[in-house]
């Protein structure tokens, strides 16, 4: 049951009774691959019960999961939000429920910010502009218009737009960057690798590619063989994540720039779940730490990464 209890030491009902919907993206990339393990070995180690949910990037199925668990009386849903709009109706259920939410890795745009407790996640547009600065460092002593093409991630996502915008804005301030087309690729490596064809037919002068995830960029770089160019040389590419293929592509020099995105959410979820299901106060905000890689950062630290 969701009764806190006073003066416990450890979970809301006595230690191993939280029960936690916890409704997923996916399984479109690395990360979220290593998103869900940590969850759910995460949730194990804190004897947290975890009725796990795959929305196979459907908001529809995220809707469902979530009334499923109001339904089932959870002590404490998490989810991870597909889009970014569209979220008020289901979780005004939940808090009339009085079934605490914990958004984790994505916002949603809902004005009304009591619909959800706490948002445990990267700060998207930061790394957007972590990506951006490095390109300005890089072409510094560069006087010609740099073509950039993009790969965004799925559309109306927070990562997405954030991402987009983070870098749109450090890049803008100089005229010579030039984004010359922009295209979602779901964030999966499939359909980066089909966009870039497409780019790579359209455009015969890409100088950078930007890829919203680690997937996209390897996708990508089979394109850019595929059509005789070099990646890394011919084309410079930036992306974000740092899953290990995108560290290993970064390491033999295909890849140019990652900006990490730390999936290993899963240890502070289950903190902030204990907490808001005994009636913690927690913050608003919760942001995840990371750092970026450089091609010689990524061989000193490839094989001592855990995803
Ligand atoms: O929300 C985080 C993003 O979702 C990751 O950067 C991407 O790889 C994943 O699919």
Request: aromatic share 6%; net charge negative.
């Amino acid at each position: 049951g969701s009764a806190g209890s006073d003066g416990g030491d450890g979970s809301g009902g006595g230690d191993g009774s939280i029960t936690m919907g916890f409704s997923q993206v996916g399984a479109e990339s690395g990360w979220r691959t290593a998103n869900t393990k940590s969850v759910q070995e995460s949730a194990k180690a804190a004897g947290i019960t975890l009725k796990f949910s795959d929305a196979q990037q459907k908001q529809e199925n995220q809707i469902k999961a979530i009334r499923s668990f109001v339904q089932q009386r959870v002590d404490v849903i998490a989810f991870s939000p597909v889009v970014e709009s569209g979220w008020d109706t289901v979780l005004k259920e939940a808090k009339n429920a009085k079934i605490p939410v914990i958004l984790t890795d994505r916002a949603v745009d809902s004005k009304d910010t009591t619909l959800y407790k706490t948002f445990l996640g990267s700060d998207f547009i930061e790394e957007g502009k972590k990506a951006g600065q490095w390109l300005v460092e890089e072409y510094k002593d560069v006087t010609e218009t740099v073509n950039i093409v993009e790969l965004q991630g799925t559309t109306g996502s927070a990562p997405a737009n954030d991402r987009k915008a983070g870098f749109a804005e450090v890049i803008g301030a100089e005229p010579k960057f030039k984004i010359i087309a922009s295209q979602t690729g779901d964030f999966t490596r499939a359909k980066g690798k089909e966009v870039m064809e497409a780019f790579l037919k359209s455009n015969p002068d890409i100088d950078v590619l930007y890829a919203h995830n680690d997937d996209m960029g390897l996708g990508a770089i089979e394109a850019i063989e595929g059509a005789g160019k070099t990646p890394g040389q011919d084309i410079k590419i930036i992306t974000v994540d740092a899953v290990k293929d995108g560290m290993q592509a970064l390491a033999d020099g295909k890849i140019n720039f990652i900006v990490e995105c730390s999936p290993l959410l899963g240890p502070q979820l289950m903190d902030l779940a204990k907490k808001v299901v005994k009636g913690e106060q927690v913050p608003a905000r919760v942001v995840t730490e990371e750092t970026t890689f450089t091609q010689e950062q990524a061989k000193q630290v490839l094989s001592t990464r855990q995803y």
